[in-house]
């Protein structure tokens, strides 16, 4: 059982725009800054947002992060064929000194 | 080129130990805060163990205890020591850098797998 509650799954044709949902509590993402990763089969996971939406070199401004209270998304523009993987959001806890996770949302790209 | 390899995975028996290393190049190791963080088989991620820049560690109620985390920073060196092992510490285990703080981890290696089983 995740600490933050992601969607299972996820789905939407190229092109379209897709949002992944991320929902905490007051302890992380409602004193914390969000985190998402992104997780191909086999791979380790890439961060792919930070400090809510902010995004490290190299990853296109089709994603973007967002957070408001406790809870926080993702959002994916333009999507294409080879998004396809499973997004993971997870943030600061302070109960326990150390981050949470989301359980992982698998997105598919119909 | 950032990196970071996992290395000593493998299969043990329950209540055994293991020593996982990471071998960090390509960045400035000592700088960082650097932290264990764990994939179950059904996928789920858990954060295992950190070691600040100061020496500082810190573990879930789930590893402490039983792990203990070190590194050496002349030789750009994490470890992982794992006590007592249990069945649910069956997963991959990714030594991951904090580079961005606040828990966002930029860099991370492949991994390796424990499994632990009778």
């Known amino acids: 059982q995740s600490v933050l509650a992601q969607p299972p799954s996820a789905s939407g044709t190229p092109g379209q725009r897709v949002t992944i949902s991320c929902s905490g509590g007051r302890s992380n993402i409602g004193s914390n800054t969000v985190n998402w990763y992104q997780q191909f089969p086999g791979k380790a996971p890439k961060l792919l947002i930070y400090n809510n939406h902010d995004r490290p070199s190299g990853v296109p401004d089709r994603f973007a992060g967002s957070k408001s209270g406790t809870s926080a998304s993702l959002a994916i523009s333009g999507l294409q064929s080879d998004d396809e993987a499973v997004f993971y959001c997870?943030?600061?806890?302070?109960?326990?000194?150390?981050?949470?996770f989301g359980g992982g949302t698998r997105l598919t790209v119909l | 080129e950032e990196q970071l390899v996992e290395a000593g995975g493998g299969l043990v028996q329950p209540g055994g130990s293991l020593r996982l290393s990471c071998a960090a190049s390509g960045f400035t190791f000592s700088d960082y805060d650097m932290h264990w963080v764990r994939q179950f088989p059904g996928k789920g991620l858990e954060w295992v163990a950190l070691i600040t820049t100061d020496g500082d560690t810190h573990y879930p109620d789930s590893v402490k205890g039983r792990f203990i985390i070190s590194r050496q920073n002349v030789n750009t060196s994490l470890y992982l020591q794992m006590n007592s092992l249990r069945d649910g510490d069956t997963a991959v285990y990714f030594c991951?850098?904090?580079?961005f703080g606040m828990g966002a981890f930029d860099i991370w290696g492949p991994g390796t797998m424990v499994a632990v089983s009778s």
């Open positions: 997870s943030a600061w806890d302070d109960n326990l000194n150390g981050p949470v």
């Open positions: 991951v850098c904090e580079g």
